[in-house]
Structure formats: C-alpha cells, structure tokens
C-alpha cells in the first residue's frame, strides 16, 4: 500500500492488480500540484517495485478525475527563465513517461472532469474509459499556454494531430461522445458502469485481449504521416486559430507550429520539443498576464464569499424601465432573483417588458432557454406604476433620470416606502454617492451599483461605497449583483468612481494627441494594433460625444491638477457641432444602416477638417509608440492614484474592473499588470520623456519608489 496526500496505491483482490487512487486529503477536487506530481513519481516507483504486477486501475475517489494544475503555484513556477521553466516541465515529464512504460496494462477511470494535467495524465495510460457525464479537455491556451505535461505529444498519437491541433488551439472541453469520437477515449458508459467496464478492460488487456503494448508504443514514436500531410493538418488549424484568437496572444500558433515539429520525432524528442516551448509561451506578455488574470478572479471569488455571508438578495427593485433599468429588471429576473420594476410612464414599462421580451425570444430562438423557462422569467418581472411590494424587497435599485435634485427627492420619498433594513442602490454614472446621500435618513443603507450598458452583456458593476454606507449594504449590493451573473468590485466614492477616472485619463491623452494635431484615424490604428476592440475616437463615437464629455467634465472638475478642463477638446467641439457619434450617424466617423441595420462606420473628411480649428499648431504626425505612451501612460498613473487613495483595495480588483467594464485588453492583463509587464522603471522613464505634457504624465512618488526597488504591482 502506498498511501500520499493526494494519492493512494491498494491492492486489489484480483493478485497482481492494483488500484491508484487521485484523492486529494480535505478537498473536494484533485488537480495537480508540484506535491500530486512527486507522489505520482513515488507511486509509480513502488507499483514498479512490486514483484507480482500485472495491471494498473487508474481512479478518482472525488466527483471530479482531475481539474487541471494548482494555478495558484504558476506565480512561483513561471517566475524564473524559460529555460529554467522547460527544465522543471523536463522534469516532471519523466514522472509521466515513467506511468506510461509500466510494463503491464493501465486502464484509467475518467469520471469527472478531466482536464489540462488531467487529461494529460489520463493519456499515459494504455486505455481510457470514460462516463457519460464527464468531460476532457486541455484549456491551457485560455491561461496563455498550452499542455505541458506531454498533452501535445500524446494528444497527436492517441487521437491523431487534427484533433490534437484543435483541442490544444481551442481550449474548449469535450463531452463524452466527442471525445470517443475523436478516439481520446476507448469507451464510454454509464457513470455506475464505470468502474466495472474499466476493470474489464483491464482484465481483457491482462489476458492478451487488448493489445495495449502496442497502444503504449504508439506513443513513443513519430506520427505515422508525411510531412506534407502534417503540413495540410496544421496550415488548416492555424488559419481557424488565427482567425479565432484574440490579439497578442500567441499560445495556439506557438503550439501549432511545436506540435508540427514534434510530430516528427520520437517521445523522447517530440517532449523536449514541448517542454522548450512551453517555457517560451510561460513568459511571454499573455501568458504571464492570463494566469495573473485567473488568480485575480479566484481572488475576488473568496471576497464574494465573504460578502455573500451577510447578503440579502432574495428579491428585488428597479426603479426607472428606461436603458439601464430595463436591463437590470431582466438580468435580475433571468438569473432568478425576481423583480418589481417601476416607471411614473405606461409607456416605458411597456418599452420595457418588450425589450426585455425580444432579449429572451432570442435566448429561446438560439436554444438556450426553453419557452417554458422564457415564461417564468418574464412572469419575475413585475412592471408597476406604484411601490406595491417594495417594502418587501431586499434591494432596490434605482435608474432613474441623471438629475442630483431628482433623485434626491425620488430616493428621499422612496425611504419612506421601503422596510428600514432594505438596501437603495443607485446606478448614477456621475453624481457622488455621498451627495445623493444628503437628505436620506438612512444613509448606510444606500450604496451605488454602476452597471454599464448593456446591462445583459456587461459583466462589471461597479458597487460604492459612500463615507455612511455600511458594511451590510456593501454586501447586500455585491451579493445582488453576484447573483445576476455580474463581477462586482467595491470602489470608494470619488469623481467618475474607478473605471469612468481612469478611462477618463487615457481619453485625455487622446484629446490632447488631436489637439497637438494628430489623425485621429491613424490613433485609432495604432490602438486597435495594440489590441483595443475600439480606438478612442471610435469609442467616443459609440459612448456619443454628449455623454462622454459630460463625463469628462466631471471628472476634470474632480481632479482639478492633473486633469484641468482642456482648452483644445475635440469631444465639447463635436458635440457643439451636433456630431454626437453612433446616435446621430456623425461623429468622429459617419455611420449608415448596413443591410441588416446595423451602423457602418465610413471616413468623414469633414470630422478632419472640423478638428483643424483646434489645432492651433497644425497637424502633425506621431510614432506609434509615442502614440501608445501618451494614450497609455496616463491610464497606468491614474490607476496608480485610484490605488494608493484607497478607490479599490486591490491591483487585482483594479485590473479586472478595466478588463471588464472597458474592454481592456486581455493578453496585457489591465493597465496595472501592463506596466508590471513594462516594468515601472521603463514606465517611470517614459512619463519622464513626456513631462512637457503636463501633470497628467507625472508618476505617483510611490511609483518612483516602486521603480526604484524593482518592485510591482502584482506579485506574478
Ligand atoms: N445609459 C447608460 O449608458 C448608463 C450607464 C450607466 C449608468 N447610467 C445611469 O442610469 C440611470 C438611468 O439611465 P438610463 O440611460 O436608463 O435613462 P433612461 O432615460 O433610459 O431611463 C430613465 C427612466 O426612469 C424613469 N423615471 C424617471 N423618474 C422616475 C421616477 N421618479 N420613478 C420611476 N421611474 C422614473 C423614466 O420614465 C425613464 O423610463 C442614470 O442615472 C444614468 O446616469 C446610464
């Protein structure tokens, strides 16, 4: 008996056979861990040491089989060099091949999921049976990476290389059938079938039924196909992989090329080959800042948690059916948390009920929802022209008129309605939460949540905390918006909250590249290169140029001295112009209904010649990498400011609030881990550069410290 942590080898009354176990002590899944790795390295040398070996059953005593790597310990192992990185995945790799030429049969149980290093272990062994309900896969190259533990290798010779190059390409898991189908697996059956049928296998195998000497030798050798077949196999899923991956982020291309090199060579070879370059793909800038990402989303699961504790959310409020309110009313219903949505106008409640009715015949139409379900979520709205009921609510969250007077008197009355412990939220975009809270009798029960439009897509709300919120309601609005499926971050009251500040920074570099006489077409290019789904100026043109300057007003009115009111500001000039973008068909660019409605963005010559007016110094050509610093470069120090006064508590609540709520782009992790990726000595040196810009590109003094020591923001 060999008994780990994570592992346990037993005997089985059948002589000779033996079972390993994947169970992790005091968890509810197995994943593989440096500590998992090592024990599987002593359990197969003590199976190997046992006299009367004759077969190995492989089985997880979890639900799961194996979940994938502990990604919590990728910080610590990727922060080295890559060639130290393929010499530690070299390493672990022996354990593997030593699983794998056991000299007797191996048939291995997949119950549950089995992926990344679990389907990677899963394939070592000689047979693969596997339940109905489980599902395989290798989804490294979300995480910026691909299969390390010889998931490439043997993926292409188990399966073939199309599979294997569509698999480790996509990331995207396979159920039961697909996976025999694609021959990942050699059987498929009932969940309480499994073990029996596994044991089977293992039997037959022992009696010479199944030859899986010569399954295990498939491995070991090249991939029986020519070199122009690998070609035709691998031209075809890089040209899927490119059109399928988002910018910079070259995990599938880099394993494609690898695995069509390894292809050719033997185990031995075609590893080393894997190891390699996944030490490459380990550091490159996605990689290193998807992993960063992952370990910001467990991060903000344990704090939901913690909120989830002392949250109410079992019913609740929208005051307001317009844009934001109908979309609220929706989310809230569809993802079960009924909802009274009152309007003082019929006709927004019908507006609303019709949108929200359109948004879930699409669901039926595209099969996610049934007609059944579509009804019950529609009967959890209740559209109302009075407060009935709202004293029964937990939450109520009003989206009404942007108007400091309005909602004061609104939200003051509405007190009077509510039960005293009843949370009031507002979904204002640019007013203080602690003014709106002014007149309020109860102010620790009001708290902001800012969605953003629309509300059924967008995964960020931004919940604030106002100087009298309490803790209480700051749980309840984080619960709230947790059960809609959204990603709450908590921020402080201040000007533009965290997302609108900090997007407000980098829009003002924008601003002022157009008053020093930049095309704002060519910043456009640049930016969506550098991996925007929109440059700036398009996307003043969707916000519309009416919204986004009030916004701006806002924020520069907030942060007078490193923000003031720009004298040359092409937003308040288009606006002035009625060119209010997207809404109106003018803006930036001209837009016209495409054949299926939609706007259809074209170069307006008279835009070019209406910004002429405020640039007093003429047009003027930029790099792009001084168009990417005086874009960038003010995000990075405003996100440093939001940090240090304490808006967000976190680099990787920040983070995540900007590659939610703005698109920020993913292979770079957020404005935070894009200057960690720089490093603040490079960022300090830059701002420097452009000082003649003004305060806006003066570092924080705790950036300059930063810089100084050599340290960053996050800890990867
Ligand atoms: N539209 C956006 O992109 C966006 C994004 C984030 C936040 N917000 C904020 O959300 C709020 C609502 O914006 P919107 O775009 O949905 O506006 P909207 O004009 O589409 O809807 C407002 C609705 O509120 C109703 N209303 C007005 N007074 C009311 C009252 N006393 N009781 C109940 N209903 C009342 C109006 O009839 C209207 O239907 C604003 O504070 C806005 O700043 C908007």
């Known amino acids: 008996m060999f008994e780990g942590q994570s592992i346990r080898v037993s005997a089985l009354t059948t002589p000779g056979v033996y079972e390993l176990c994947f169970d992790r002590q005091g968890e509810a899944i197995n994943k593989f861990d440096n500590r998992t790795v090592a024990e599987l390295d002593q359990a197969t040398r003590w199976l190997a040491a046992q006299p009367d070996l004759k077969g190995v059953l492989v089985s997880s005593a979890k639900d799961v089989f194996i979940v994938g790597a502990d990604i919590t310990e990728f910080g610590q192992k990727f922060n080295k060099p890559a060639e130290q990185i393929a010499a530690d995945v070299a390493q672990s790799n022996l354990t593997f091949v030593a699983f794998e030429d056991l000299p007797v049969p191996t048939v291995l149980a997949i119950n549950g999921y089995a992926l990344g290093g679990g389907l990677e272990m899963a394939l070592t062994a000689s047979v693969r049976v596997m339940a109905t309900t489980a599902q395989v896969g290798v989804p490294e190259v979300k995480l910026g990476l691909f299969p390390g533990f010889g998931g490439t290798v043997r993926l292409s010779r188990v399966a073939s290389p199309a599979v294997a190059a569509d698999w480790v390409a996509s990331g995207r898991p396979a159920k039961a059938d697909a996976a025999l189908a694609a021959g990942v697996v050699d059987a498929v059956v009932p969940p309480e079938a499994l073990r029996e049928t596994a044991l089977d296998w293992l039997r037959r195998a022992m009696a010479g039924e199944v030859d899986w000497a010569a399954r295990q030798q498939r491995k070991r050798v090249p991939v029986p196909l020519s070199a122009a077949e690998l070609k035709a196999v691998f031209d075809a899923a890089r040209e899927k992989a490119t059109r399928q991956t988002p910018p910079h982020q070259p995990a599938a291309r880099m394993a494609l ?11 031995a070879g075609a590893l080393a080959q894997e190891a390699r370059v996944f030490g490459e793909v380990a550091r490159t800038q996605a990689g290193v800042s998807l992993v960063q990402t992952f370990l910001n989303e467990q991060a903000l699961k344990k704090l939901f948690k913690r909120h989830d504790a002392r949250a109410q959310h079992g019913r609740a409020a929208v005051l307001g059916a317009g844009i934001m309110g109908g979309g609220i009313a929706y989310t809230s219903a569809l993802r079960g948390v009924p909802v009274r949505m009152k309007d003082i106008h019929q006709a927004a409640l019908d507006l609303g009920m019709a949108e929200a009715d359109k948004l879930l015949g699409r669901q039926v139409q595209a099969g996610r929802l049934s007609e059944e379900k579509a009804a019950t979520v529609r009967s959890a709205i209740t559209p109302q022209l009075d407060e009935a009921g709202f004293d029964q609510v937990d939450c109520v969250v009003e989206a009404i008129v942007e108007n400091l007077g309005v909602k004061r008197q609104v939200l003051a009355a509405l007190e009077e309605r509510v039960a ?29 949540m800012h969605f953003f439009n629309p509300v059924p897509l967008m995964p960020l709300v931004e919940v604030i905390q106002g100087s009298r919120t309490s803790e209480a309601a700051v749980s309840t609005a984080v619960g709230y918006a947790v059960a809609m499926g959204k990603t709450p971050i908590v921020v402080k009251d201040c000007p533009g909250f965290l997302v609108n500040r900090v997007l407000t920074a980098y829009m003002r570099g924008f601003l002022q590249l157009v008053a020093d006489g930049a095309n ?13 789904p929109m440059g700036p100026a398009y996307l003043e043109d969707v916000v519309g140029m009416d919204t986004g300057s009030h916004v701006s007003d806002v924020i520069s009115a907030g942060y007078p001295e490193r923000m003031p009111r720009l004298e040359h500001d092409a937003l308040r000039l288009m606006a002035s112009e009625g060119r209010f973008g997207q809404k109106n068909g003018r803006g930036f660019y001209r837009y016209e209904p495409d054949p299926k409605g939609k706007p259809r963005r074209s170069t307006a010559p008279e835009a070019h010649e209406l910004l002429k007016r405020i640039q007093p110094k003429g047009q003027h050509s930029f790099s792009d990498a001084e168009i990417v610093d005086r874009m960038m470069l003010p995000m990075v120090i405003e ?5 240090q006064d304490g808006v967000v508590a976190t680099a990787a609540e920040l983070d995540m609030a900007m590659l939610l709520g703005i698109g920020f782009p993913a292979y770079a992790g ?10 603040l000595g490079d960022i300090v040196a830059r701002c420097d550069r452009l000082r003649h810009l003004g305060p806006a590109y003066e570092p924080t003094a705790r950036m300059r410290e930063m810089a100084a020591r050599g340290e960053r923001f996050h800890p990867l």
């Open 257 to 267: 090329d690898m695995m069509e090199h390894a292809a050719t060579l033997d185990r």
């Open 420 to 448: 005293p412990g009843t949370v009031i939220a507002s979904n204002t975009s640019s007013l203080r939460i602690d003014d709106i809270a002014q007149p309020l009798k109860r102010p620790d029960t009001f708290v902001g």
């Open 520 to 532: 704002f077409e060519a910043v456009d290019r640049v930016m969506e290169a550098f991996g925007w």
């Open 639 to 643: 996100a440093a400011h939001a940090l």
């Open 670 to 679: 957020g404005p935070l881990k894009w200057a960690d990726w720089i490093g």
